[in-house]
């Protein structure tokens, strides 16, 4: 496949994948192969999803241990609110950060079908910015001290804290949340994960760079300071299309799906999807953005591509590095 790259994408740019859990073992060692491709990429991070109330706890943890194990590279642990008590969420994420994970994206996450907003069974955390406090605080009483002596007074100590850095990820829905009255009410919400200590946030999906884009500008003029990744899901097949425009509520994109369908090749139609996700990757980092967050589906060849489109896996982009300007100040001390 032919793919035309962007002069604006020929400098360094970070960029992250997510994938989730795998569901047997046969699915846990293809996705192993999976992470090792992703990573010797050079990712900032890869993310791996957590299920609903803890149903994918055990599987998404050995993702995060593999990563951290077999990698450079960071990966970052998805937590969600609904269903979990303080004491819950207090256990899990102590879990991941004695496990050695420093990178999260907290979620509120959604009831499950049938579950309305008022029962109980949405648990104790009612949204993703009281998850992101809590997640600094549990880090925070895990900071270990260090005693040493005063010269010139041996009866003296001093007492030397170091505190290790987080990185805290929250969602942003450029074309609004579905259960919110409009995106300027999604603005006011990431304005308060901001203020709880969130450092970074990742879009839901999108079709259209102008979504983004606007969506950016709005943010920015409100006061939203962090990075805000553009989520790409190349979409490669008339099925993944439906399926995710039903998670997600965004309006169907015609164009993107009169050629799927059209299409009668499985290869043909991810040469349509990843074209797609090509081209809307160039005009986000033409128009600023400061960086590629993609969606996997648990398989590299085609965000390999992608990447590969838009000229951001030149060698430049083989070592991934936290510190690179578009996410400086990103990481900070937990308060």
Same mark, same amino acid.
């Given at each position: ?6 002069? %604006?994408?020929?400098?360094?740019? /970070? ?11 046969? @699915?846990?060692?293809?996705?192993? =192969?999976?992470?090792? +491709? ?18 994918? +706890? #055990? ?40 496990? #050695?994970? +420093? ?9 499950? @079908? ?5 029962? /109980? ?45 987080? *990185?805290? @990820?929250? =969602? ?8 919110? *009255? ?15 200590? %969130? ?18 500008? *709005?943010? *920015?003029? @409100?006061?939203?300071?962090? /990075? ?13 299309? +439906? ?24 290869? #043909? ?20 953005? /400061? ?45």
């Amino acid at each position: 496949m032919t793919q035309a790259t962007d002069p %604006a994408c020929t400098t360094r740019v /970070p960029f992250s994948f997510e994938l989730y859990p795998p569901r047997s073992d046969a @699915a846990a060692s293809a996705l192993h =192969a999976t992470i090792d +491709r992703l990573a010797a990429a050079g990712p900032e991070f890869i993310s791996v999803t957590y299920g609903a109330n803890g149903s994918s +706890r #055990g599987s998404s943890l050995e993702v995060l241990k593999y990563i951290l194990a077999a990698t450079a590279v960071e990966p970052m642990a998805h937590l969600t609110c609904v269903g979990s008590s303080h004491t819950e969420a207090n256990r899990l994420i102590r879990e991941f950060l004695d496990a #050695g994970i +420093r990178n999260f994206l907290a979620i509120r996450g959604d009831p499950p @079908a049938g579950v309305l907003e008022t029962e /109980p069974f949405l648990g104790d955390l009612k949204s993703a910015g009281e998850l992101v406090q809590l997640i600094h605080r549990v880090q925070a009483e895990r900071v270990p001290y260090q005693e040493s002596v005063i010269p010139g007074l041996p009866q003296a100590r001093s007492v030397k804290t170091e505190r290790e850095k987080v *990185r805290i @990820a929250v =969602a942003a829905f450029p074309n609004g949340h579905p259960s919110s *009255r409009s995106t300027s009410q999604d603005i006011d919400t990431l304005l308060a994960k901001q203020a709880a200590g %969130a450092n970074l946030a990742v879009t839901q999906l999108f079709f259209h760079a102008d979504h983004y884009l606007s969506f950016i500008q *709005r943010a *920015r003029e @409100a006061g939203v300071e962090f /990075p805000i990744l553009p989520g790409i899901m190349p979409v490669t097949s008339p099925t993944r299309l +439906r399926r995710i425009l039903e998670l997600s509520g965004e309006e169907l994109p015609s164009e993107l799906s009169i050629q799927l369908e059209v299409e009668p090749t499985d290869e #043909g139609q991810r040469e349509i999807g990843t074209l797609h996700a090509v081209r809307l990757g160039n005009e986000l980092l033409a128009g600023g953005a /400061p960086g590629l967050h993609l969606y996997a589906f648990n398989q590299h060849e085609t965000v390999l591509s992608v990447l590969e489109g838009c000229g951001v896996l030149g060698a430049q982009n083989r070592t991934p590095t936290l510190s690179h300007p578009a996410f400086a100040n990103t990481v900070k001390e937990s308060v």
